[in-house]
């Protein structure tokens, strides 16, 4: 069996720009970073992990590491050689990636070759439309994003584009596909999820009403266009409708057997995607002076783990979906992406399902499809 | 097989799911038992009326390219009940289409 860790490896919150709605927004100014011996405890700690869970259950486990920011690219390409020189011998025998989310804006010549040579993959974050993502100027950076973008096309680095959708553009769906089918990018639409401070996303926000016609609106585009392009979470849905429609045996997530995308903060605390997200108490442990083993079997774990339990038992125990689509969704998405049921407090699996039935619906008058 | 209709905006009430594909490994099965004894103990998630947009008529045919993608993931998927396209290696498209990023 192959199986992935994904480690969002926040190296750096510095950034060059102040998009409206990030996150991050008060630690865009902090020049802190991760240093090259925390780097190495943290690879010594996930192949300890790996290797161990491996011999256990007889999986193969590959590592993603995918650095992110603020603008993980103002940091020198030096910190991501030397760091990478550290993790081969580090992660020796352990088949693992990296992957950078950019903002874009900086491309000169030796951050080109680290992009070329240096990482797996790139992202690339730009929304199209909407002016949102900003210098500290308040100059929309778009423009010097799509001109970059062409140079790595030109340079054949692999790359993909995250578009998060607002208010600004989300009834623009159509054009946003069109622009990737012409670019032949694939691409993942993020929702606005969260912001860094109350009232941050007004004038932005979007609701889950809109977030489920864009995205059906995506899957009907995608479907009828022959351009070979994945949109995530689109086309993941789609395998789980063809899980739903064909019988496939049911798969269940199931944290405590594998906690499959972990989130490091700069200062080595780390977060399970379905947790509040720097928020204090939050963390699982901190994996610069933790085992990671012991971080997912704590007593912090074991209460994130038992919400998000609770999450599935409310929502997916009972669906017909549940066994093709493994709950994933409502046990890791981030909390304030989710619709919360005023009843319960339950965040609950609104966009997902409806999104889900859609394309299963629609891929039912398939002919052929499934025997 | 044909699934049956899929409904949206139900009370999530059932303790089991009424599948028929429940003859997996045994660690699949007592996890399942452990979540239906969880989902006993707390008040289902009602979806709110919002799910209800999904319903909304496609408004393009599918593509004889998309078509046969889908046919081929289908088959994989038929063949190999632990086929699942790994996010960052490959796509059911294919391998030289990758999708990357996390938000």
Known sequence: ?371 | MTAAPLTIGVVLSAPIPSGATMSSAEPNRRYLAYLSALALAVTPVVLPVAAATAAAAPSAGASVEKLTALRGAAAKIAADPGYSPARFTECFLGPGDKLICLG
């Open chain 1, 1 to 371: 069996m192959d199986r992935q860790l994904t480690l969002v490896v926040k190296s750096s919150k510095f950034c060059n720009l102040r998009c409206r709605y990030c996150y991050e927004f008060a630690e865009l100014g902090s020049r802190d970073r991760m240093g090259r011996a925390n780097l190495r405890r943290l690879y010594r700690t996930v192949r300890d992990h790996v290797v161990a869970a491996d011999a256990r259950d007889g999986a193969r486990t590959t590592v993603n590491l995918i650095w992110h920011g603020g603008e993980p690219l103002l940091l020198p390409p030096e910190y991501y050689w030397e760091t990478f020189a550290d993790l081969r011998a580090e992660l020796a025998g352990v088949p693992h990636r990296n992957v950078v989310q950019t903002n874009l804006t900086v491309l000169d010549d030796a951050r080109l070759d680290l992009l070329r040579t240096g990482f797996d993959s790139v992202g690339v974050s730009v929304d199209l439309f909407g002016g949102l993502r900003v210098n500290q100027a308040g100059r929309d950076s778009q423009d010097r994003v799509l001109a970059n973008l062409e140079r790595l096309r030109a340079e054949g680095v692999p790359h993909g584009c995250i578009t998060v959708l607002t208010a600004a553009n989300i009834r623009r769906v159509e054009e946003i596909f069109e622009h990737y089918v012409r670019t032949r990018t694939s691409f993942r639409v993020l929702p606005l999820f969260d912001g860094a401070f109350t009232g941050q996303h007004t004038g932005y926000d979007v609701s889950s009403a809109e977030i489920v016609t864009a995205l059906t609106t995506l899957f009907d585009l995608w479907l009828a266009s022959p351009a070979p392009i994945t949109i995530d979470p689109v086309t993941e849905y789609v395998e789980r409708a063809l899980r739903y429609l064909g019988g496939a045996p049911p798969r269940y997530y199931d944290r405590r057997a594998w906690l499959d995308t972990l989130l490091v903060d700069t200062n080595g605390d780390a977060y399970a995607y379905g947790d509040p997200y720097g928020e204090p108490g939050a963390a699982l442990g901190n994996v610069f002076t933790t085992p990671l083993t012991d971080v997912l079997s704590g007593p912090a774990f074991d209460r994130s783990a038992r919400t998000a339990e609770t999450r599935i038992a409310a929502n997916c125990v009972g669906c017909a979906l549940f066994g093709a689509c493994d709950g994933s969704y409502v046990a890791e998405a981030e909390p304030a992406a989710r619709t919360v049921d005023p009843a319960t407090g339950v965040r609950a699996c609104v966009v997902e399902r409806a999104v889900l039935t859609h394309i299963t619906n629609r891929l039912r008058t398939v002919p052929d499809l499934v025997a």
